[in-house]
């Protein structure tokens, strides 16, 4: 991920070097590039939540006679518990 965030810098750079209207596109990419990360994650943390309350509210109510209950509802938890934990890299 830092290779892509580096190679973008670079061409932000390039140009605005060759492009004198472009100047401070470098620095507007390092001030938008965090804030961007940090929606884009909050966005896929948020999706990836609502589906697994979607999952375990069926589970809960149709599930129970299934010998793997509790171990369904134990893997949803991991699994909450594992996404809300998720961060983007720190960034170089």
């Known amino acids: 991920m830092n290779l892509v965030r580096s190679e973008v810098r670079t061409q932000c750079q390039a140009i ?3 492009q004198s209207e472009a ?10 590039l965090p804030d961007w990360l940090q929606e ?5 943390q948020a999706y990836v939540l609502d589906g697994l309350r979607a999952i ?23 699994l ?9 890299p720190t960034l170089r």
């Open 40 to 44: 884009v994650q909050n966005y896929g």
């Open 56 to 78: 375990e509210s069926v589970w809960r109510r149709e599930g129970r006679a299934n010998a793997r209950y509790n171990d369904v509802l134990s893997t949803i938890d991991l």
């Open 80 to 88: 909450r518990t594992q996404v809300q934990n998720m961060r983007f």
């Open 23 to 32: 100047r401070g596109l470098t620095a507007l990419w390092d001030e938008f």
């Open 16 to 18: 605005e070097q060759l």
